[in-house]
């Protein structure tokens, strides 16, 4: 077992009841499975990748996060909201400057945890699920779109699901723990 389960941080004895509840705790579950996947590892384990020619690891993971997070500002906010890792020359920066250097690992980790924060700002400043976007959107090929609250919010569980799968066999690798 990766933690016991009466002590598991993701089980919380709030009842979902309603649509918004339950999409707020399943990305708050998210969030958490994929910050126990990464504890207690060096820059070295958190940088390592998964089988060539793959550059994903659990710190590629972290910072790519981070950039699904800012998504949030971006798109549903409006705000002005660069890019923390990905250009146009490289796309996949989030996991290319994924390298074993501690001061790259505690970024990531800090600016992944601010862009949670900031999410979780706006979300708790926006009540009604169907809120449109600010009309920016980078979910598509072309800029702009017309999305509600409750897509992206179930977009961006779905795309933690997705990644802590992918968390759950980069740390089997690295020292054989799986689970929850």
């Known amino acids: 077992m990766w933690v016991d389960p009466d002590d598991d941080p993701r089980e919380t004895d709030v009842e979902t009841v309603d649509e918004r509840s339950i999409l707020l705790d399943n990305l708050r579950h998210y969030r958490l499975t994929l910050e126990m996947k990464c504890a207690g590892l ?17 710190l590629g993971l972290v910072r790519h996060m ?9 798109v549903m906010a409006g705000e002005d909201a660069p890019k923390l890792y990905r250009t146009d020359e490289d796309r996949d920066g989030d996991f290319n400057g994924a390298i074993a250097d501690p001061a790259v690992v505690e ?9 949670v924060e900031l999410t979780d700002q706006y979300l708790a400043g926006v009540t009604e699920l169907g809120t ?9 090929p072309e800029p702009g779109g017309d999305e509600q609250l409750r897509d992206v919010l179930v ?4 795309e933690y699901a997705r990644h802590c799968g992918h968390a759950d066999l980069l740390r089997e690798r690295i020292d054989g723990r799986v689970g929850q």
């Open 66 to 74: 981070a950039e699904e997070e800012r998504h949030f500002r971006r």
């Open 155 to 158: 977009a961006q569980i779905a």
């Open 42 to 58: 060096d820059a070295e384990q958190m940088a390592r990748r998964s089988i060539p020619p793959s550059t994903m690891s659990l």
């Open 107 to 115: 970024d990531a980790r800090r600016q992944w945890r601010a862009e």
């Open 132 to 140: 449109r976007n600010a009309g920016f959107s980078d979910l598509g």
